[in-house]
């Protein structure tokens, strides 16, 4: 008798115990999810609002802060990789300079930051790519290349940063300078795995032509329309370019020695065959792009060392290139649609760097 007795308080004892462990996961559970943001987000599997995608948005260079970040850690985990193909694509687009452009229209985007960074919310893009745009006294392409790229690049799911490379003074325009000084600088900013070198007067006419990094360096400008849509010739890699991390370091970046127009490009088309590596190209319709007819510019005439130096890329691009880079900045601007840096690169032969980088 007495043994039963004892027997059933045990059990009751137990049966305490678990109930009191039970209420204690489901209170700390309770709490849990009312106190993480990220709870709501991960339980309802909904589509966040903008106040949410505002709170979830890491800034470029944030990624340590995320990384010890309950909330955007837990969102970074849910969100899956965005699809290999972008689902809002729309195909050929119309392209017209007659246009008007409203640039506050193209600001009012929720998820643009400052310096004209996005990264889309629904998913976890592929790959983070600089734009570089090399830049001098061109401030009506610069607004049309705004106006048409940010909505393109927006559609085509791309975790992206515009930086403007201005040429300080009125010196001979460098082009492949400013490319690399562009490398520079946006790695500065955030973690970047690709870089897409931009002409600032070609859009392009098909936003399926999307502006992120191949497994072998990409042309992406193939069919312009002043060259009646074909290529001019095979090796060309002018206009509209994108490299990767990987691809622009193997070539030890582009030549700081082309001062005036023309040949540093296909300088670069050379150190790509000289690393053994090939030009990818997007097929002639997806490849359709509108150049914004001008003048020549002043101080950017055709160089004449040009064939001289592309004649030497074998022996010149170990020792000239981003392991050479010398330029300082002189001003940035931070604008909602791009950061323009502008810098100092000094002048042919004569450059006494005042700062030096890397
Ligand atoms: N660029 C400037 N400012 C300059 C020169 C060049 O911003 O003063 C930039 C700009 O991004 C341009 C790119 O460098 O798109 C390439 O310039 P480029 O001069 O090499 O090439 P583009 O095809 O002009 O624009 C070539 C000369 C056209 C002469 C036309 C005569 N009808
Ligand atoms: C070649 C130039 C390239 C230039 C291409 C297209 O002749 O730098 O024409 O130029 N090479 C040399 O001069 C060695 S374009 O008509 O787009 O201005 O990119």
């Given at each position: ?64 802060v995320a990384v010890v970040s309950a909330n955007v850690t837990e969102v970074t985990w849910i969100l899956e990789k965005c699809p290999e193909t972008s689902p809002h694509l ?135 329309d002043k060259f009646g849509f074909r290529l001019p010739y095979a090796q060309i890699f002018g206009g509209v370019t994108a490299l990767s991390k990987d691809q622009y370091l ?109």
């Amino acid at each position: 008798m007495g043994e039963s007795h004892n027997f059933r308080l045990l059990v009751i004892i137990c049966n305490l115990v678990v109930a009191m462990g039970a209420l204690h996961i489901s209170v700390m559970v309770f709490y849990y999810l009312r106190h993480s943001g990220a709870g709501e987000y991960v339980w309802s599997k909904q589509v966040p609002t903008a106040s949410q995608r505002a709170a979830f948005t890491t800034p470029p260079g944030a990624e340590d802060v995320a990384v010890v970040s309950a909330n955007v850690t837990e969102v970074t985990w849910i969100l899956e990789k965005c699809p290999e193909t972008s689902p809002h694509l729309v195909g050929p687009l119309r392209v017209e300079f007659s246009d008007p452009v409203d640039l506050d229209l193209i600001r009012q985007e929720p998820l643009l930051m400052d310096g004209g960074h996005y990264k889309p919310s629904e998913c976890l893009s592929v790959q983070k790519v600089a734009l570089i745009i090399p830049f001098r006294h061109r401030e009506q392409h610069l607004k049309y290349w705004l106006n048409y790229l940010h909505p393109i690049l927006q559609r085509q799911q791309l975790d992206y940063g515009v930086y403007v490379i201005e040429q300080d003074g009125e010196g001979t325009f460098n082009r492949a300078k400013l490319m690399n000084v562009g490398y520079a600088e946006a790695l500065k900013e955030y973690d970047y795995d690709c870089f897409v070198f931009s002409d600032v007067d070609i859009i392009p006419m098909d936003d399926r032509n999307t502006y992120r990094c191949y497994e072998q360096p990409r042309h992406l400008s193939v069919a312009v329309d002043k060259f009646g849509f074909r290529l001019p010739y095979a090796q060309i890699f002018g206009g509209v370019t994108a490299l990767s991390k990987d691809q622009y370091l193997k070539i030890n970046g582009f030549s700081n020695n082309y001062w005036g127009w023309g040949g540093e490009d296909d300088d670069v088309s050379n150190r790509l065959s000289f690393r053994g590596m090939s030009i990818s190209r997007p097929d002639v319709m997806t490849g359709k792009c509108k150049m914004i007819r001008h003048d020549r510019d002043k101080n950017n005439d055709p160089n004449p060392q040009r064939f001289d130096r592309i004649a030497h890329t074998r022996e010149t691009m170990d020792t000239d290139g981003i392991n050479s880079l010398t330029y300082s900045v002189v001003k940035v601007e931070k604008d909602k649609l791009f950061t323009k840096l502008t810098v100092d690169i000094g002048k042919a032969d004569t450059f006494t760097p005042t700062q030096t980088h890397i």
